[in-house]
């Protein structure tokens, strides 16, 4: 079955650019939108974007200045940056599969098959 | 501050059923769908439920969903030791601030 695995830095120094990569097996990374979610220690689970494997996007406004999400279908991945990070910005991580669509009614939106997440923390 | 709103703590004793609320408004639970999540301690959130009320392959009947309006349920009978665990709600908001939108997450203990 579909399996993803993020990786990058666990370590970021402030005002420096957080990048991440998701790698996506098992499956094809084609026909469907990625999601980047992030959890602050102790804390909810934040929507960071998501991106179709054609490269459209859709960004967290709280978030948008700073964030961009990219797609190599080629490698099978997708991968996040987070630029100008500061200590709220320490989190996990997660690279999930993402369902998006439309009824006539209702909007769906969800993610079906998570990463392990990875660990960042923000400091000089 | 979560979009959604969820109660911080419920519990129950085992075999008991529990109930978990998730509040929105119209440009979220009210006009998309909901799906519920499970994250067990030091693990990535797992599917529950989606589309309101539909359970993934291998997800058992103990777990349900349902909606009403601008507020969900995820409800589950028969509580296990090993359900003890963060359940999260989510759906897409359509306001001006489109996005995905998750509550604060509500911490199951079974006694």
């Known amino acids: 079955q579909v399996q993803l695995q993020e990786s990058g830095p666990g370590l970021v120094k402030p005002s420096e650019t957080l990048s991440l990569t998701c790698t996506v097996s098992g499956g094809s990374i084609s026909s469907y939108y990625w999601s980047w979610i992030r959890q602050p220690p102790g804390k909810g689970l934040e929507w960071i974007g998501y991106i179709y494997y054609s490269g459209s996007t859709n960004y967290n406004p709280s978030l948008k200045s700073r964030v961009t999400i990219s797609v190599d279908t080629s490698k099978n991945q997708f991968s996040l940056k987070l630029s100008s990070v500061t200590a709220a910005d320490t989190a996990v991580y997660y690279c999930?599969?993402?369902?998006?669509?439309?009824?006539?009614?209702?909007?769906?939106?969800?993610?079906?098959?998570w990463g392990k997440g990875t660990t960042v923390t923000v400091s000089s | 501050q979560s979009v959604l709103t969820q109660p911080p703590s419920v519990s129950a004793a085992p075999g008991q059923k529990v109930t978990i609320s998730c509040s929105g408004s119209s440009s979220n639970i009210g006009n998309n769908y909901v799906s519920w999540y499970q994250q067990l301690p030091g693990t990535a959130p797992k599917l529950l439920i989606y589309?309101?009320?539909k359970r993934p392959s291998g997800i058992p009947d103990r777990f349900s969903g349902s909606k009403s309006g601008t507020s969900a349920t995820l409800g589950i009978t028969g509580l296990q030791t090993g359900d003890e665990a963060d359940y999260y709600c989510g759906t897409w908001d359509s306001s001006l601030s489109a996005g995905g939108v998750f509550g604060g997450g509500t911490k199951l203990t079974v006694l």
């Open positions: 999930a599969r993402t369902i998006v669509g439309a009824t006539v009614n209702y909007y769906y939106y969800y993610m079906d098959v």
């Open positions: 589309d309101n009320n």
